[in-house]
């Protein structure tokens, strides 16, 4: 059965640093998302992409974050200058259409910013 | 403002026993509303989906059921295995093509089977 793949499964960061979480989403789907959850709080919407642009992001979501689907495959979520608060653990999901229908996860990567 | 409110907030229950899990939204209008299960330090994954005009969905032993009129989904899970313990997570999606198109999510219910 196809499923979401990210990497790495866990990524330790120096405050400051960038960092390229990567994911390579279900190949038939159009829609690429990024989750992100902070331990113990809810699942939190950080930004969805379709046809090679952003279509929404939340306010989690500055100028340090940007997306990139590089090749046909893969789809990356870049934050430039890392900071504490940022620790969490990162989802990609993708869906054959819109966000209103099913997305599906990857196992997640777990950034930790010291 | 969109909403997701889960109760109980964590359960413990033993091996083979029922349980029901409660959603309250206030997403409105909506277009479906969901349940994951989500495994310690793993991705979510989709259990039910039901749109507005359904009142019930079941995936195995896991039933969800949907009150439109009092906005409430409950998720009941029969005969449980040690394998459901795992987080229950309510998940709401807006019918909106405008601005606001991302899900809504609840904060989970902890669920703990013990033998």
């Known amino acids: 059965e196809p499923e979401v793949t990210q990497t790495p499964s866990h990524q330790v960061t120096q405050m400051g640093q960038e960092v390229i979480l990567r994911c390579v989403p279900i190949?038939?789907?159009?829609?690429f998302y990024w989750y992100r959850q902070i331990l113990g709080q809810k699942v939190e919407f950080l930004v969805s992409?379709?046809?090679?642009?952003?279509?929404?992001k939340s306010e989690i979501f500055d100028d340090q974050f940007s997306v990139e689907r590089p090749d046909g495959s893969n789809f990356t979520l870049k934050i430039r200058s890392t900071k504490l608060e940022d620790s969490a653990m990162y989802f990609c999901?993708?869906?054959?259409?819109?966000?209103?229908?099913?997305?599906?996860f990857g196992p997640g990567t777990r950034l930790t910013v010291t | 403002k969109n909403q997701v409110e889960q109760s109980p907030q964590s359960l413990i229950i033993l091996e083979g026993k029922n349980c029901t899990l409660q959603?309250?939204?206030?997403?409105?209008?909506?277009?479906?509303l969901r349940w994951y299960k989500q495994d310690t330090g793993r991705g979510p994954v989709s259990l039910t989906i039901?749109?507005?005009s359904e009142n019930t969905k079941s995936n195995g032993r896991y039933t969800a059921t949907l009150d439109a009129d009092t906005k409430q989904s409950s998720l009941h899970i029969t005969a449980s295995q040690l394998s459901d313990s795992a987080s229950y997570i309510c998940?709401?999606?807006?019918?909106?093509?405008?601005?606001?198109?991302?899900?809504?999510w609840g904060l989970g219910t902890s669920l703990a089977v013990n033998p």
């Open positions: 190949s038939n789907h159009l829609y």
């Open positions: 992409f379709y046809n090679n642009e952003i279509s929404e």
């Open positions: 999901a993708s869906s054959s259409q819109g966000f209103s229908y099913e997305q599906y």
């Open positions: 998940v709401v999606s807006p019918y909106n093509a405008g601005n606001n198109r991302k899900l809504i």
């Open positions: 039901m749109t507005f």
């Open positions: 959603c309250n939204y206030t997403v409105s209008p909506f277009s479906n």
